[in-house]
T-cell receptor
Framework: DAKTTQPTSMDCAEGRAANLPCNHSTISGNEYVYWYRQIHSQGPQYIIH???NNETNEMASLIITEDRKSSTLILPHATLRDTAVYYC????????????FGQGTTLQVKP | DTEVTQTPKHLVMGMTNKKSLKCEQH?????MYWYKQKAKKPPELMFV???????INESVPSRFSPECPNSSLLNLHLHALQPEDSALYLCASSQEPTGINQPQHFGDGTRLSIL
């Protein structure tokens, strides 16, 4: 599975959009980009995933560049409850079901 | 609320004890996973079960013994653990084990402390 690179930490004002970048320059053609988040003392929570096209669900939007080397997770109106560690994972090669978590981005939403 | 239930939530055990962690899901998922997470680190995969058979063991020491009695249950048997095994143990499941378009759903983990 491809390695991903994310900023260590980010701040966002409450009510504003949070844009979390992820670099996955070695992603292969059949690997999906997954985003999970982990709020303190809880298990990771699935947010969204995509292959090529941009995706949107009730939690977030995922924008994947045309060359698929990077992506951005967008939380449209961040709240204090969105404070968490956000993990971007490129997964799917070999069809093993393995998820390899990187260090993630700690997002702090401030009032 | 999580659809993957893990028990107990907390466990303290001595190095000579034998204990088990339990994970349950009723989503009809056919793949189940164990992860280990040390403090301030990302989760690390330990085992993958596919249709109740062990498909991946990430070179985990034999003092950790997984078991999948049926498609809804996953156990992790612990014996002769070391203090460095203290961690959050997370269970996850996904609909199919080999589908790359398959999100994993996680429980909230068992926080294990080895004395």
């Amino acid at each position: 599975d491809a390695k991903t690179t994310q900023p260590t930490s980010m701040d966002c004002a409450e009510g504003r959009a949070a844009n979390l970048p992820c670099n996955h320059s070695t992603i292969s053609g059949n690997e999906y980009v997954y985003w999970y988040r982990q709020i303190h003392s809880q298990g990771p929570q699935y947010i969204i995933h995509g292959l090529k096209n941009n995706e949107t669900n009730e939690m977030a939007s995922l924008i994947i560049t045309e060359d698929r080397k990077s992506s951005t997770l967008i939380l449209p109106h961040a709240t204090l409850r969105d404070t968490a560690v956000y993990y971007c994972i490129a997964a799917g090669s070999g069809n093993t079901g393995k998820l390899i978590f990187g260090q993630g981005t700690t997002l702090q939403v401030k009032p | 609320d999580t659809e993957v239930t893990q028990t107990p939530k907390h466990l303290v055990m001595g190095m000579t004890n034998k204990k088990s962690l339990k994970c349950e899901q009723h989503m009809g998922h056919r793949a189940m996973y164990w992860y280990k997470q040390k403090a301030k680190k990302p989760p690390e995969l330990m085992f993958v079960y596919s249709y109740e058979k062990l498909s991946i063991n990430e070179s985990v020491p034999s003092r950790f013994s997984p078991e999948c009695p049926n498609s809804s249950l996953l156990n992790l048997h612990l014996h002769a653990l070391q203090p460095e095994d203290s961690a959050l143990y997370l269970c996850a499941s996904s609909q199919e084990p080999t589908g790359i378009n398959q999100p994993q759903h996680f429980g909230d983990g068992t926080r294990l402390s080895i004395l």
